[in-house]
């Protein structure tokens, strides 16, 4: 059975930093890019960083770039997602969802399994 597990959301001041963690198992790992995703209240879901298990390429969408660091751990089948000087603009729904290949294109549709989510909240 596919499983995706994410962990590490809370609720944070402004300026704190959390550390996401999306447990992976029933696929070969190696082989699927895995995503964060995150939605906001009345906002559509996106992509906001994304990790390739093949080659190590990432991907960060411009508005996290230099605050948020993705990761992957092969032996635990763990990413993590990094991520400093929140706002609360980043106050969300965080998903991981992993995509057999590399990280290409950000739309979810191309994602073949999801977690449940993580809620962050960032509060000023």
């Known amino acids: 059975e596919v499983q995706l597990v994410e962990s590490g959301g809370d609720s944070v001041q402004v300026g704190d930093s959390l550390r996401l963690a999306c447990a992976a198992s029933g696929f070969t790992f190696a082989d699927y890019a895995i995503g964060w995703f995150r939605q906001a209240p009345g906002k559509t879901r996106e992509r906001i960083s994304c990790?390739?298990?093949?080659?190590?390429?990432?991907e960060y969408v411009d508005s996290v770039k230099g605050r948020v660091t993705i990761s992957s751990d092969n032996a635990k089948r763990t990413v993590y997602l990094q991520m400093n000087g929140l706002t609360p603009e980043d106050t969300a729904v965080y998903y991981c969802?992993?995509?057999?290949?590399?990280?290409?294109?950000?739309?979810?549709?191309?994602?073949?399994?999801w977690g449940q989510g993580t809620q962050v909240t960032v509060s000023s």
């Open positions: 969802a992993a995509r057999f290949g590399g990280c290409g294109l950000s739309r979810q549709a191309l994602y073949d399994y």
């Open positions: 990790i390739s298990n093949r080659d190590g390429d990432t």
